[in-house]
């Protein structure tokens, strides 16, 4: 069965950066998507990144933190990144990462178990 494997986060000062990755384990055929989601305490989750597959190339679909947000992926290890630049108190969250996918079983959307991001003033 396919897993999610998140590292990286922590605690940074502000302006600060991180770099955020995330591996598929286990057996997979396609990927559809794949992206980074945060969560702040009290706040509903919100979509950070996510590049989605297309046929000549990804459509990348974001809210509006292209500028200190960048996200890539590497296909030969079924990862995605995140990288966080001039990151701010306000962008302390715990980061997930999504990745849907086609397996044997059919679709599947995957989750991470969360990894903690913490800006300090």
């Known amino acids: 069965q396919a897993q999610l494997v998140e590292s990286g986060g922590g605690l940074v000062q502000s302006g600060g950066s991180l770099r955020l990755s995330c591996a598929v384990s286990?057996?997979?055929?396609?990927?559809?998507?794949m992206g980074w989601y945060r969560q702040a305490p009290g706040k509903q989750r919100e979509l950070v990144a996510r590049?989605?597959?297309?046929?000549?190339?990804?459509?990348v679909d974001s809210m509006n933190m292209k500028d200190r947000f960048t996200i890539s992926r590497d296909n030969a290890k079924s990862a995605v990144y995140l990288q966080a630049d001039n990151l701010k108190p306000e962008d302390t969250a715990v980061y997930y990462c999504?990745?849907?996918?086609?397996?044997?079983?059919?679709?599947?959307?995957?989750w991470g178990q969360g990894i903690q991001v913490t800006v300090s003033s």
């Open positions: 590049l989605v597959t297309g046929d000549s190339s990804d459509y």
């Open positions: 286990g057996s997979i055929f396609k990927i559809n998507a």
């Open positions: 999504n990745i849907v996918a086609i397996a044997g079983s059919g679709v599947i959307n995957l």
